[in-house]
């Protein structure tokens, strides 16, 4: 059984351009949310998706925008990239919106040049 | 709005001595309460959590964390610590089901323990 599965591993981009990170979720999993992690940091939330909408926010500008498709399989956009979007981008999966069990995928870290 | 604080940006102990990892958080509503650890380059994995009922919680690899609600704190503890326990540990607080912001963590800025032979 796979469990939450990111693409890709690593990324590294420049300043002002757009970037697509991407999640399957752990089997049996309809619900993806997406934290983002600075070095030296906790996890912050970015947003939850379920049943293809977005459910909750966290504190993060328009440029961080997502998507969640019919099979529960999500993307993270972020445009006009700043050099403090660097960070592991972490996409959790649950079943329902329930939060008691989420399983953490490895991330995906984005260097910002 | 929640909050999480970790007393100690690092924390080391020898092998077989006691680990306590120390959290506090904030919440206005009965919250839900979450140890997470994190080895290098990898995902979170969930230790342990508690929601409701018996305030000392067990979770994987010998830790158990204890809720006490007039401290406002969830500190982990093991008896003996491990080489393997080397890691980053993140305690994360939510609001219990049926709150507004229920699948939303708010976690804390880590503990990084260090396991000395």
């Known amino acids: 059984d796979a469990g939450v599965t990111q693409s890709p591993t690593h990324l590294i981009k420049t300043r002002g351009q757009q970037v697509t990170l991407r999640c399957s979720p752990k089997s049996g999993h309809d619900t993806v949310s997406w934290y983002q992690q600075a070095l030296g940091q906790g996890p912050q939330f970015i947003f939850q998706y379920y049943e293809e909408e977005e459910r909750q926010r966290g504190n993060f500008p328009d440029r961080f925008s997502g998507h969640q498709f019919p099979n529960y399989s999500s993307e993270l956009n972020v445009n006009a990239l700043l050099l403090g979007d660097s960070a592991l981008y972490l996409c959790?999966?649950?079943?329902?919106?329930?939060?008691?069990?989420?399983?953490f995928g490895s991330g995906t870290q984005l260097s910002v040049l | 709005a929640q909050s999480v604080t970790q007393l100690g940006s690092h924390v080391s102990v020898s092998e077989g001595a006691l680990v306590l990892l120390r959290c506090n958080y904030s919440s206005s509503v009965p919250p839900y309460l979450f140890w997470y650890v994190q080895y290098p380059n990898q995902g979170l994995q969930l230790l342990l959590k508690y929601t409701t009922g018996a305030t000392l919680v067990k979770g994987i690899n010998g830790f158990e964390a204890e809720f006490k609600k007039s401290e406002t704190s969830f500190h982990l503890t093991k008896p003996s610590a491990h080489m393997s326990d080397a890691a980053e540990y993140f305690c994360a607080v939510s609001e219990g089901a049926g709150g507004t912001s229920y699948g939303k963590l708010t976690f804390g800025q880590g503990t990084i323990l260090t396991v000395h032979p």
């Open positions: 959790a999966s649950s079943w329902g919106q329930a939060n008691e069990k989420l399983f």
